[in-house]
T-cell receptor
Framework: NAGVTQTPKFRVLKTGQSMTLLCAQDMNHEYMYWYRQDPGMGLRLIHY???????AKGEVPDGYNVSRLKKQNFLLGLESAAPSQTSVYFCASILGLAGARYNEQFFGPGTRLTVL | GQQLNQSPQSMFIQEGEDVSMNCTSSSIFNTWLWYKQDPGEGPVLLIA?????ELTSNGRLTAQFGITRKDSFLNISASIPSDVGIYFCAGRLDTDDKIIFGKGTRLHILP
């Protein structure tokens, strides 16, 4: 049971390049979340998903797209990277269904992205 | 948009002292979560609260879900050096499925 994993751990992009960050969880969780963390800003929600095939916007969705084709995977895409997207990106998941511990959110180790 | 106001932003305390931090919002939450983050790591869940008024402990940590459902606090008793880090509150909004975070409280412990 690996929990939540993220790929890659580090990446450097040039302005205008595209990339996809992969989040995978093996806990059969329904809900998945993408956050970015910048110094002094805490974690800000980019997009989230409440189930396979669904996505929704969070607090800072501009410049990002997401897809949840499989329940265990949640992809975050940057179509045209900008320096303002330099950040640490965290993925998280919760069971999401009513019951014990359904809102306990588990995080991946993060992806550190630099856009030059 | 919805916001969580977490305070204090940072704390400098002596080892052995008790610590208290809180989060407030104008929005109503159905869940409050408290996390600790160490450098270079993802946040780790400390305590989850699901009911208004709920008081839950995890070792030296105690957290409460406010009666109004708009606030929560975390206390750490008898602090030790490994308590150093950033503590975040987070809440799941009653109106949708977003889980949003406060900006964190950075805890420093003086020898």
């Amino acid at each position: 049971n690996a929990g939540v994993t993220q790929t890659p751990k580090f990446r450097v992009l040039k302005t205008g390049q595209s990339m996809t960050l992969l989040c995978a969880q093996d806990m059969n969780h329904e809900y998945m979340y993408w956050y970015r963390q910048d110094p002094g800003m805490g974690l800000r929600l980019i997009h989230y998903s409440v189930g396979e095939g669904t996505t929704a916007k969070g607090e800072v969705p501009d410049g990002y797209n997401v897809s949840r084709l499989k329940k265990q995977n949640f992809l975050l895409g940057l179509e045209s990277a900008a320096p303002s997207q330099t950040s640490v990106y965290f993925c998280a998941s919760i069971l999401g269904l009513a019951g014990a511990r359904y809102n306990e959110q588990f995080f991946g180790p993060g992806t550190r992205l630099t856009v030059l | 948009g919805q916001q969580l106001n977490q305070s204090p932003q940072s704390m400098f305390i002596q080892e052995g002292e008790d610590v208290s931090m809180n989060c407030t919002s104008s929005s109503i939450f159905n869940t409050w979560l408290w996390y600790k983050q160490d450098p270079g790591e993802g946040p780790v869940l400390l305590i989850a609260l699901y009911k208004a008024g709920e008081l839950t402990s995890n070792g030296r940590l105690t957290a409460q879900f406010g009666i109004t459902r708009k606030d929560s606090f975390l206390n750490i008793s008898a602090s030790i050096p490994s308590d150093v880090g950033i503590y975040f509150c987070a809440g799941r909004l009653d109106t949708d499925d977003k889980i949003i975070f406060g900006k964190g409280t950075r805890l420093h412990i003086l020898p």
